[in-house]
């Protein structure tokens, strides 16, 4: 069944649409004179102006390799994060530790570690899925390159993003 | 037509048209962008400035760099298209914007000499004659296109431009009447002795005076007013009469086919109408360069000939004034929603050519009452 919609019946004023008018360049005058005056302000001229000091504690920015207190590297190359990457951006090369090494009882240790930051969707499931707490989503936003090559962060470059992470870890502890 | 005459008027057409009148529409864009991003709470182009350098100058580089960007685009015809007509539309819509400009008074007299190009004694009607004109351009754009959404932007075009330039016509008549005289001049210096048309405050036309006519005829002073500056934006096909562009309907309406410095002469072409439609609206209605209260008469004091400085100040308050209704005409575009086309169509024939034929007699009226005897 079809529904009548009962129209409004419009006032002289209404219907000659000069006050409706007048109502609405109010309006728009109050907002220019607002930002004019500086009342109000919603853009942020970004090169110059930053909001890193209001970015929340969870922000997702550019994933990175932490050492701990003592500038060990945390990653054991279990290569979780590697085979959880929806874009596959992480490319691991694991390499074993010597023997005769001090801290030969990890076992394994990143011989080249490579995160294409073209292909990084900064979801954090590589930080999700780490064992050993190793790999961190920083705060760093503005990752920008000339090249495809220089978009590629390898070992280096994520140590020094990512910096030192203190806090107990397991797989030093001698006793375990 | 001695050798002075002819430097002389060339001077003034170089200084107005491409010293004033084209900086205009290029600043006329900025400002468009400027203060609709104001309105909508944004910032707006800020950045650009002296290039390879941190000045900014608040973005006032912008048209500049976009006439670059215009010039240095590819310049492309479709296969499909009419290829005379579709060359010759772009130059059909600016050039009669910016030819209206002759007749326009932009100051009174700098040293002894008129400030206006051609001093016609028909002014208003030139302006017509060559304003109307500018559809050619839009109709044409629309036919040699050959595409859907162009012939209907075409079409519309027309069909508004007929229903409002009757508006716009009739509803000159009552300020034609007003001041008995045709010449652009003439009417800004009777509105710089006499008080404005719509500022009847010194002068003869002041009430303590004896000017009970010129507060009468403040009314139809007035609908004569709203009529004419409306039908004006329905004239630059700017909102809420921008039919024939129409994006959201029409893609881009008549210049959907055109891109480059072809497109650009279509965009300027209508901030071009819109600041000779501005400078028509002061001219008529605000006194043109006239300063207000007679304060042209007080700093004239026993000078036979307009001294040079008030000559520069004259034809400062005139682009002042302009500007202020170009921000008006920009103001009114971020604010109101397009028009329906019946709507358009209904104000056009129903509303405004009543409204504006009433006019006529009202003030014909008010005139045979109060300046009879």
Not at chain 1, 40 to 69: F, I, N
Not at chain 2, 245 to 251: D, G, K, P, Y
Request: glycine share 8%; net charge neutral.
């Amino acid at each position: 069944m079809a529904i009548v919609v009962q129209r409004p019946k419009l006032t002289l004023a209404e219907r000659c649409y000069l006050p409706a008018l007048a109502k609405g360049l109010r309006i728009t005058l109050a907002h220019a004179v607002r930002i004019l005056r500086r009342k109000k302000k919603v853009t942020m001229q970004y090169p110059e102006e930053r909001w890193d000091s209001e970015m929340p504690e969870h922000y997702r920015g550019a994933p990175a390799l932490v050492t701990d207190e003592h500038g060990r590297e945390r990653c054991v190359s279990c290569q979780l994060c590697e085979f959880i990457c929806p874009p596959r951006a992480i490319t691991i090369v694991p390499e074993e530790i010597p023997a005769e090494d001090r801290w030969a009882k990890v076992e394994k240790r990143p011989k080249e570690f490579e995160i294409d930051m073209i292909r990084c969707i900064y979801c954090g499931m590589c930080e999700e899925v780490c064992p050993e707490q190793a790999i961190f989503l920083r705060k760093d936003y503005a990752i920008t390159g000339t090249s495809r090559e220089e978009m590629v962060h390898d070992k280096e470059k994520l140590y020094e993003i990512g910096g030192v992470r203190e806090g107990l870890v397991n797989k030093w502890n001698e006793l375990k | 037509m001695e050798l002075t005459d002819l430097i002389i008027s060339a001077a003034k057409i170089g200084g107005l048209i491409f010293a004033v009148i084209l900086p205009m529409v290029a600043y006329s864009v900025w400002a468009e962008r400027r203060v609709s991003a104001i309105i909508q709470d944004r910032v707006g182009p800020n950045r650009v400035g002296v290039p390879f350098t941190k000045i900014g100058l608040a973005g006032l580089g912008q048209p500049i760099a976009d006439g670059i960007k215009f010039l240095l685009k590819e310049d492309f015809t479709p296969g499909h298209v009419n290829k005379f007509y579709y060359w010759l539309a772009p130059a059909l819509t600016m050039v009669p914007a910016l030819l209206t400009c002759a007749v326009l008074p932009f100051g009174s007299e700098l040293f002894g000499e008129k400030m206006v190009i051609a001093d016609l004694s028909v002014g208003p009607l030139f302006i017509f004659a060559i304003a109307s004109l500018s559809v050619y351009g839009i109709v044409l754009a629309g036919w040699a296109s050959n595409s859907k959404y162009p012939f209907l932007g075409g079409v519309r075009s027309s069909s508004q431009m007929i229903s409002y330039e009757i508006a716009l016509g009739l509803s000159l008549v009552p300020v034609l009447l007003i001041f008995g005289e045709l010449n652009l001049g003439a009417i800004v210096r009777e509105q710089s002795e006499n008080g404005w048309l719509l500022l009847p405050l010194w002068g003869e036309g002041a009430i303590w005076n004896g000017g009970v006519d010129r507060l009468l005829l403040l009314f139809p002073a007035l609908i004569a007013f709203v009529v004419f500056t409306t039908s004006i934006f329905a004239e630059t096909n700017r909102l809420p009469f921008d039919l024939p562009e129409c994006e959201t309907e029409l893609v881009a309406g008549y210049h959907t086919e055109y891109s480059s410095m072809k497109f650009a002469l279509f965009f300027l072409g209508e901030y071009a109408a819109m600041i000779i439609g501005s400078g028509l609206i002061v001219t008529l209605f605000f006194g043109g360069w006239s300063l207000p209260f007679g304060w042209d008469a007080m700093l004239m004091g026993d000078a036979t000939e307009v001294p040079w400085w008030l000559g520069l100040i004259h034809i400062g308050t005139f682009f002042a004034k302009v500007t202020g209704f170009i921000l008006f005409f920009i103001w009114v575009r971020w604010t109101l929603p397009r028009f329906r086309y019946d709507q358009l169509m209904k104000l056009g024939w129903i509303v405004f050519f009543e409204l504006a034929l009433l006019n006529v007699f009202i003030t014909a009226g008010i005139l045979i009452l109060t300046r009879s005897n």
